[in-house]
């Protein structure tokens, strides 16, 4: 049986929902870089509320990674977004993660550039 989610994770799923829309208007725009809406002051552990919410909504890594590190940085962890493309020798891709929040194969992906808070 699955919890019910708790006020406070509620609460950081509307943050997230709203700062997904807002993160994916300003990358649409192109501009950058990215100014998100502040979080509310809620625990860290309402972070399953931003997480479900991401699992729920379609979106891109990019947009993912950028609302990711606004919560982080709304509890003081600073975490920058780091974004790597694959060879394109074997068959190009890329990819933006949070540094340190997502096992991502460092041979796999070659770094970019970051991103930070």
């Known amino acids: 049986m699955r919890r019910l989610p708790s006020l406070n ?3 950081a799923a509307q943050w997230a929902d709203r700062a997904l829309r807002h993160v994916r208007r300003e990358l649409a725009a192109g501009r ?5 809406p ?9 972070r399953r509320g931003v997480e479900a ?4 909504r379609q979106h ?6 950028i609302v990711r590190q606004r919560w982080l940085l709304a509890h003081a962890i600073y975490r920058d ?9 074997d068959k190009f891709a890329a990819h933006a993660w ?20």
């Open 38 to 46: 502040e979080p509310p002051s809620l625990p860290p552990a309402a």
């Open 32 to 36: 950058a870089p990215v100014a998100t």
């Open 98 to 117: 949070v540094d340190g929040e997502e096992d991502v194969p460092a041979a796999e992906y070659l770094e970019l550039t970051r991103l930070t808070p």
């Open 9 to 11: 994770e509620v609460r």
């Open 81 to 89: 977004v780091v974004i790597g493309v694959t060879s394109p020798a």
């Open 60 to 65: 891109t890594c990019l947009e993912g990674a």
């Open 53 to 56: 919410l991401l699992r729920r």
